[in-house]
């Protein structure tokens, strides 16, 4: 009997003390002045910001990757290459055209931290698209008008990443 007390004493310990010490990259969203998102994020991590891109209203989507503690640019998709948005094969990545979309593959653009202007409802209209979450689409230029939000990575143990995790 003191065997197996001992015994699940031991494994409730070790699951606690992993969960106290376990390093998790935690993806958090913040307004400069408090954290609005903040999540654990398994390796490879993906989400979505879309907007649309100057007078000519040509729709921009940033695919993004969590990875090693950075944000990675996955792929940008871009209708039309007007209005200065890209035309040009990034180094080290690929320019697919799809018929629908210029797709914008690798180019190793990665960032501990970055800075993201939110529109409005005229200008921008952005949007931010989160798997896991509910709802998995946020309108930021209808909550987030007009505001800078830093996008960035800190490393906690998965107790304190579970305990603070704060959603949009």
Known sequence: MKYKVRTTAAMIFSAALFMACAP??????SSGKEVLLSRPTPVGFPFMTRYIHSVE?????????????????????????NAGLPVVTPRNGRLISD???????????SW???????????????ILQLPGELPTIHELFRTYP??????????????????KARHL
């Not at 018929?99 to 653009?109: A, I, K, N, Y």
């Not at 501990?112 to 409802?121: A, L, N, P, S």
């Open 24 to 29: 998790v990259w935690v993806l958090e969203i």
């Open 57 to 81: 209203k040509t729709p921009v989507e940033d695919d993004y990757r969590v990875v090693s503690g950075r944000i990675w640019a996955w792929e940008e998709r871009v209708v039309s290459h």
């Open 99 to 109: 018929g629908e979309w210029f797709r914008f593959r690798g180019g190793r653009s």
């Open 112 to 126: 501990r931290k970055y800075y993201y202007r939110v529109g409005d409802d005229s200008i921008g209209r952005n």
């Open 146 to 163: 007009s505001k800078r939000l830093e996008f960035f990575i800190v490393v906690r143990s998965l107790w304190e990443a579970i305990s």
